[in-house]
C-alpha cells in the first residue's frame, strides 16, 4: 500500500513553474533583494567547496 501511495504521489506531482515574465517586472519589489540574496548564498556555498576541496588535498603535519 505505502509503495501504491508513494508511486501516485511520484506520477501526480508537478513542477512549479513561475511565469519570466513576472520577475522581469518586478521593479519596486523586494523580489531584487531575493534574486540577489541568493546569489550571495550560490557564491558562498562555491567558496565553501573550494575551501574544502583545497583542505582535502593539503595533507596534514603531524607535530
Do not use: N
Not at 14 to 37: K, N, R, V
Amino acid at each position: 500500500m505505502k509503495a501504491a501511495i508513494a508511486s501516485a504521489i511520484i506520477l501526480l506531482a508537478s513542477p512549479a513553474l513561475a511565469d519570466p515574465g513576472h520577475f522581469a517586472a518586478s521593479h519596486g519589489h523586494s523580489h531584487w533583494l531575493a534574486a540577489g540574496a541568493l546569489a550571495l548564498a550560490a557564491v558562498i556555498g562555491a567558496v565553501m567547496l573550494i575551501k574544502g576541496r583545497k583542505a582535502r588535498k593539503t595533507p596534514e603535519r603531524k607535530a
